[in-house]
């Protein structure tokens, strides 16, 4: 019974699933009706992450759980129920529901799955879990090409990711004879099979975090996908595979610490850089956020490679602010795409004089996420760079300090755009749903609360350590 | 001593913030009242914890004591490093407490008729209400990351006064100029804050002063050997501390954001643009003073070649400005570049310290000229409707009383005595003097040009053309009693405070000692400032062709001069030559990397013609090719190249 409780979060959703398949067999409930039950669902399920977290492993240690990743999947949660609140206003004039809840539930449980694996094998399988579905989401505005092709990008290019991932595996597989997380912890010696295996999986990792050059799908697919679904891709799966990596950086690979650092430094340099100079260049709003979410890849990379309790903490923090600001900027952006079609910068001139509450919304969120106080991003880039300070190595701070500025420019860009620009004909004022203004408020009130409170972060940095409890 | 009062100062103002915040509209005749109130009490309180501190309580044994009424743990990262929240009480605090908000209140007051009208009142004074909140919360801070909060804090309510008028585009443009200079700067202090706490393992100022202070202390040990790029640690923590502190203070060179700045409404530009958010730079430095005197003396060098670079040259900028608000806004830079040199010239010591007095004692005195000099200003400006002194000229009948409180200032800020303004200056020249005899002569002519630019302004709009104008607007001849109430409140200090035996309060280590006058060293400043005086009354006393043909005959100097030396051209220069190294290699890699690879896969003829391509071809292929490619470099690096 006990071990039963430690997979609660991943039991209510899949119980959920099937009553899901079977109502949708038997057609007897509104869309509406599979909206609500949803939410209620995963606010039920988000609520449950507070209470009763233990720490143990089932499956032969397949499954392993504690209280660092039941708060890691408590923010996944609360990201998921956000982006179905705020994009409710898309998805209710769609023909197809059911499905589209069922696939983004599947994804969720494949990711929750995939941060209590406790070993290569479950890891691979919940990742596809998680992928295969999302790849079909891509695909969901069903009448437009452009989502077509950002479904079969998604799905060519993942295989493509996964196949370099086997390959790393079974690289490291063959010189350690093990595929244990906590086995490997011990056994690595930083033999070169193995440190090129490390590369191939920080590879296939470096594919789902649009880690520069691995990140080429990713502004095909953010543009071309429904917008709801591009906010999940860059919040809540972004946001796993962050968590998941730190665990396997900060334990399976402990022992070539070296070899790490020096990757993350490389990859953090260009990712920062590179992905600022394009979203520079962007003129569609959802290439924009896609390179701008690039960039702030980057400075996750920043703190990881110090190597230390703060590393972990800042990262998952800076992940936690990442649900309030990018989500909010998403939510305006699929909210005004759905009323409007309009996506482009430009088409935002003028803004904040027929939608004000929008346009501030969407400033909030670009505030956060240039990192300026006293708005919650400024503490998530902080938090990071003091981790990135830990090893002593300023180069690289000076190099992330100076992209600070530089995505300073393009964030205020599109402020500026939005407050003083003129526009001849503005998008036109839109009306808010319940839904919407429900997810609004739990976005400003996660930005504002999150830049001044600190109690969300003690909490993080306190639970970090847990990560290496299992081995 | 009781931590209360400590703790109403800063938080009547940003209740004031909060209620006129939200409610604002319904009380809209009553706000500026209200703040005013509100600001008054605060002042009381300030004041009255003045008195306590310097005459009842703060002194054991001779020696002013720095407190800690109040401290709460707010971030903890480990047991060993957190950032708390927390009161820091010693003798520049608290007299930097009475600067702010007694200067805030004099322009609370004078804003309450200089305001009235504005559509957007009440978000005037509430605006006022967060910055004078966030600058008194940044001048108690006792720690160094609280103080980068209240910094950035301090930053975002300049921008919003800044571009108050946000219809004017102008002034939009203004503030984002401000807001991202400082940025810049800021970003050098975050990066010098984070060095420092790196070395120190504290963020607390007392501890980190202690740490980084003490001879033997292994951080400092650690701090001082550690090395990048030549030099120390610690000497780049502190350099860049410095950057911040150059950002703010609008030192060269990063000045040019405050003569822009002026696009805000005039007590504005009194308040934060002259008297206090820009002394910040100054107080930064006089808040980690020991670590730089005792341990990086190199650092206080490069503080007082910047200090005195920028006095010169505000001071040459000023001579040609037509704009009164730029004239004043190159003053105060001028000025502020004194406050910093004199800190760059003084050392830990009891015989060499003077300077650290000098400097507050200056930054002190300019407080109440400065302001005084700019709210009348604001009255000149209502009632003749421009900022240039061309249209002004014989307005002393006509505005008796501001013209009365404009020459106490002048003479003030000339530095003729017994006004305060001599005294101030008389102890930054002797200190600078006893360091270096060059640096000296250089403050020297400074002071001269300084009276002749502020006698200039002052001839040109009282004096010069004679008096006109007097039968259009005939009823708007003097302001109202309370602006011109503000303006004599100010003009009693500006005009009393050098009488303050100053370093008996504030000294770098605490311990009061007597300065006096010296009769002979005083010649060569009042007669410095007496020339340039009567150079400024010899040619603007009355129209005459002299400032002309003076113009002519030193051409070249005068365009440099009257285009700013060109820093603003030359910035502008370089924003483009960045922008021009960013864009073009990325098209260079798009049309030659991408395009070539493309080439490389046979559809060479399709694509070639679409002009500039982005990386990202939209080819899956191509995507692959990248794929593999990152994977091949990164091992080779990571495994080859970086052992």
């Known amino acids: ?471 | 001593m009781n931590m209360n009062p400590f703790v109403c100062i800063p938080l009547l103002p940003f209740i004031s913030f909060l209620l006129l915040g939200l409610f604002g509209r319904q009380l809209k005749p009553l706000a500026g009242i209200i703040a005013t109130l509100l600001m008054a009490v605060s002042t009381a309180l300030s004041l009255s914890v003045a008195y306590t501190y310097f005459f009842v309580s703060g002194k054991v044994e001779g020696i002013y004591q720095t407190l800690v009424p109040l401290q709460y743990k707010w971030l903890e990262f480990s047991p060993s490093l957190s950032i708390d929240m927390g009161i820091l009480i010693d003798p520049i605090s608290v007299m930097m407490l009475i600067v702010v908000t007694v200067v805030s209140l004099m322009v609370h007051l004078y804003s309450i008729s200089y305001m009235k009208g504005e559509d957007r009142y009440a978000s005037f004074f509430s605006y006022l209400g967060l910055f004078t909140f966030s600058m008194l919360a940044l001048v108690l801070s006792s720690n160094i990351f609280q103080i980068y909060i209240f910094w950035e804090l301090v930053g975002i309510s300049s921008f919003l006064l800044i571009g108050f008028y946000y219809d004017r585009p102008s002034a939009v443009k203004a503030s984002r100029k401000a807001f991202l200079v400082t940025r810049f700067a800021d970003l050098g202090f975050l990066i010098g804050i984070l060095i420092l706490a790196f070395e120190a393992h504290t963020l607390d100022f007392r501890v980190l002063i202690e740490r980084l202070t003490h001879p033997e202390s292994e951080f400092l040990i650690h701090a001082s050997t550690t090395t990048f790029l030549g030099a120390s640690a610690l000497t780049w923590g502190l350099v860049l501390v410095f950057m911040g502190g150059v950002g703010k203070s609008a030192m060269f060179p990063m000045h040019i954001w405050l003569p822009d700045a002026m696009e805000g409404p005039t007590p504005v530009s009194a308040l934060i643009h002259a008297a206090t958010m820009v002394v910040a730079g100054v107080y930064l430095v006089a808040r980690l003073f020991p670590v730089f005197a005792i341990s990086c003396p190199a650092a206080l060098d490069l503080v007082m070649v910047i200090g005195v670079l920028s006095a010169i040259l505000a001071a040459l900028i000023a001579c040609t400005q037509t704009d009164i608000k730029r004239v004043l806004a190159y003053s105060t830079m001028s000025q502020i570049g004194y406050m910093m040199f004199s800190l760059g010239v003084a050392r830990w010591g009891m015989d060499s310290q003077n300077g650290f007095t000098a400097s507050m004692f200056h930054l002190f005195t300019h407080a109440f000229f400065k302001a005084l000099l700019f709210l009348a200003a604001g009255v000149i400006i209502h009632h003749v409707h421009s900022n240039e002194i061309k249209a002004m000229g014989g307005l002393r009948k006509l505005l008796p009383i501001t013209h009365i409180t404009f020459l106490v200032a002048c003479l003030a800020i000339a530095g003729i005595p017994p006004l305060s303004g001599f005294f101030s200056k008389e102890e930054i020249l002797l200190a600078t003097y006893h360091f270096n005899v060059s640096v000296f002569l250089l403050a020297l002519l400074t002071s001269g040009i300084t009276a002749f630019y502020m006698f200039r302004l002052y001839f040109h709009i009282f004096w010069y053309s004679p008096t006109q104008q007097v039968s259009s607007k005939a009823t708007h001849h003097e302001a109202e009693f309370v602006m011109l109430l503000a303006l004599i409140l100010l003009a009693g200090g500006a005009a009393l405070s050098g009488f303050i035996p100053f370093s008996r309060f504030v000294s770098a280590n605490g311990i009061p000692f007597n300065t006096s006058l010296h009769y002979d060293f005083s010649i060569l400043p009042v007669a410095s400032a007496l020339t340039g005086t009567g150079f400024a009354f010899y040619l603007y006393k009355a129209k005459n062709l002299r400032p002309d043909r003076i113009a002519e005959r030193i051409k070249h100097l005068y365009t440099l001069s009257y285009h700013k030396f060109y820093i603003d051209e030359f910035y502008t220069m370089v924003n483009h030559s960045i922008h021009r190294l960013i864009a073009y290699p990325s098209a260079w890699i798009d049309r030659q990397v991408v395009d070539g690879s493309v080439n490389m896969s046979g559809k060479a003829a399709k694509t070639a013609s679409e002009g500039i391509r982005e990386m990202q071809s939209g080819q899956v292929h191509q995507y692959v090719f990248w794929f593999i490619a990152g994977i091949l470099i990164l091992a080779v690096v990571v495994m080859y190249g970086m052992g």
């Open chain 1, 1 to 471: 019974m006990n071990s039963l409780l430690l997979l609660k979060h991943e039991l209510l959703l899949t119980a959920l699933l099937l009553i899901f398949i079977l109502i949708k067999l038997l057609k007897e409930i509104s869309n509406h009706q599979f909206f609500l039950i949803t939410c209620v669902l995963l606010a039920v399920n988000f609520l449950a992450g507070f209470f009763g977290n233990s720490y143990g492993s089932v499956f032969g240690n397949m499954f392993h759980t504690n209280e660092f990743i039941s708060i890691q999947k408590n923010i996944l949660n609360l990201a998921t129920l956000l982006i179905v609140l705020s994009s409710w206003s898309w998805l209710k004039h769609h023909h197809h529901v059911p499905e589209f809840f069922i696939l983004l539930l599947t994804t969720l449980l494949g990711m929750f799955f995939m941060l209590s694996s406790g070993n290569f094998l479950m890891f691979y399988l919940s990742l596809e879990l998680a992928t295969i579905p999302l790849a079909a989401l891509c695909n969901f505005d069903l009448e437009k090409k452009q989502s077509s092709e950002a479904g079969m990008k998604m799905i060519l290019l993942s295989a493509l990711a996964s196949a370099v991932l086997l390959l790393g595996i079974s690289f490291i597989y063959g010189t350690t004879g093990t595929i244990s997380f906590t086995e490997l912890s011990f056994n690595l010696t930083g033999h070169p099979l193995q440190v090129f295996g490390f590369i191939l999986v920080f590879a296939g990792f470096a594919f789902k975090l649009s880690v520069i050059p691995f990140h080429l799908w990713t502004a095909d697919v953010y543009e071309g996908s429904p917008v709801a679904i591009t906010a999940y891709l860059s919040v809540v799966s972004k946001g796993a595979m962050v968590f998941i990596f730190t665990t396997i950086l900060y334990t399976v690979f402990r022992q070539i610490e070296n070899t790490g650092y020096n990757t993350l430094f490389i990859t953090a340099v260009v990712t920062m850089t590179i992905g600022n100079l394009f979203a520079i260049r962007q003129q569609n709003l959802k290439r924009f956020l896609a390179f701008s979410s690039i960039a702030q890849v980057g400075f996750i990379l920043v703190g990881l490679s110090g190597y230390n309790q703060l590393g972990i903490s800042s990262a998952t923090y800076f992940i936690f602010i990442y649900v309030f600001s990018n989500l909010a900027a998403f939510a305006v952006v699929g909210l005004i795409s759905a009323a409007s079609g309009k996506e482009n910068i430009n088409d935002y001139r003028g803004l904040a004089k027929t939608n004000p509450s929008l346009a501030w919304i969407m400033a909030l969120s670009l505030f956060s996420l240039a990192g300026i106080p006293p708005t919650a991003g400024f503490f998530g880039k902080f938090f990071l760079l003091a981790a990135g300070a830990g090893k002593g190595n300023f180069v690289l701070i000076t190099i992330a300090a100076l992209n600070i500025v530089l995505s300073l420019y393009y964030y205020l860009r599109v402020i500026r755009v939005m407050f003083m620009d003129q526009h001849d004909s503005p998008i036109p004022n839109i009306k808010c749903d319940k839904a919407f203004n429900t997810a609004a408020v739990i976005f400003i009130a996660g930005i504002l609360i999150a830049g001044i409170w600190d109690y969300p972060f003690q909490i993080i940095n306190t639970l970090a350590p847990y990560i290496f409890t299992a081995y």
